[in-house]
């Protein structure tokens, strides 16, 4: 099973990649994930998500921006 997500919504960092999960309204936490690309256009995710996460799907690359000067 897999969560199918737009592209947009993972960050590539060399071998690792990210999505944005939704803490509360206002914070969300970055979380590696494994899947693989469905057709150029959406990602599955396997690994790293439940179902009921809120998964940011538009300007996640932004928001690694801001956690990578954070490290």
Excluded: C, H, M, W
Excluded at 34 to 41: A, E, H, I, M, S
Aim: proline residues 3%; aromatic residues 8%; charged residues 30%.
């Amino acid at each position: 099973q897999a969560i199918a997500v737009p592209q947009a919504a993972i960050v590539r960092d060399k071998d690792i990649r990210y999505a944005f999960i939704r803490t509360s309204s206002e914070s969300y936490r970055r979380v590696i994930v494994k899947g693989y690309d469905l057709d150029g256009r959406r990602f599955a995710i396997t690994e790293g998500v439940s179902p009921n996460d809120e998964i940011l799907t538009q300007g996640a690359v932004l928001l690694n921006e801001r956690f990578s000067k954070q490290d």
